[in-house]
């Protein structure tokens, strides 16, 4: 089946490295994702990674794929109040690779 | 490049009216998929049209309804509305999909329809 799920909440002070967590259960996913969305805002590409990596970084963001345990995450360092949003978590499955799957998001608030 | 645009930003509806909801596609691209956000969730896929048909649908029961035109822009047509239709509905735009290297979804900022 097609599930992604991901915890809601999280919160970190400023200046601290954030850590959002998300498993998903369709082992032959080609493209995971890690979308963000802002109050009012569609949806922004932060990055993505393709199923045979298990990591990609890029400037703060460094992304870790377990494919073992079906586990996606996103490190987001030098977290800072911009960074206020819903994370969500997303994976292409390979038999439909037209659609997106998307999590919940995990909201991301920021303590000064 | 004004990126994908969604039209209107806000509707509201009474239970059992018709709404359609607008999209044009990002320059270059051929592709547009719907989205529909309820409060607190994350975007579930509608359908995808390309080349002026329905290639996937999730989902959704025959009132949604979808049509592209040849300038690659495309509606989103509910019918029969009901109170769980309240939502965000995000449209996508992409090139398609041809197994080969990552193409891009690009998201407009969706329209908030609520059925009263």
């Known amino acids: 089946g097609e599930d992604v799920e991901q915890s809601l909440f999280l919160s970190v002070r400023e200046g601290d490295s954030s850590v959002i967590n998300c498993t998903y259960t369709d082992s032959s996913s080609t493209y995971l994702y890690w979308y963000k969305q802002e109050p009012g805002a569609g949806l922004q590409l932060l990055t993505y990674?393709?199923?045979?990596?298990d990591m990609k970084q890029d400037q703060r963001l460094t992304v870790l794929l377990n494919k073992k345990d079906k586990h996606l995450s996103l490190r987001i360092a030098d977290t800072q109040t911009g960074d206020s949003a819903i994370y969500f978590c997303a994976e292409t499955p390979y038999s439909s690779a037209s659609k997106i799957i998307f999590g919940s998001g995990t909201r991301l608030s920021i303590r000064p | 490049d004004a990126g994908v645009t969604q039209s209107p930003t806000h509707l509201i509806k009474t239970r059992g009216q018709q709404v359609t909801l607008r999209c044009s596609p990002k320059?270059?691209?051929?592709?547009v998929s719907w989205y529909q956000q309820a409060l607190g969730q994350g975007p579930q896929f509608i359908f995808q049209?390309?080349?002026?048909?329905?290639?996937q649908r999730g989902n959704f029961p025959d009132r949604f309804s979808g049509h592209q035109f040849p300038n690659y822009s495309s509606e989103l047509n509910v019918n029969a509305l009901l109170l769980g239709d309240s939502a965000l509905y995000l449209c996508?735009?992409?090139?398609?999909?041809?197994?080969?290297?990552?193409?891009?979804?690009?998201f407009g900022q969706g329209t908030r329809l609520t059925v009263v």
């Open positions: 049209y390309y080349e002026e048909e329905e290639r």
């Open positions: 320059s270059g691209h051929d592709t």
């Open positions: 996508a735009s992409s090139l398609l999909y041809r197994g080969m290297g990552h193409t891009e979804a690009f």
């Open positions: 990674i393709f199923s045979n990596m």
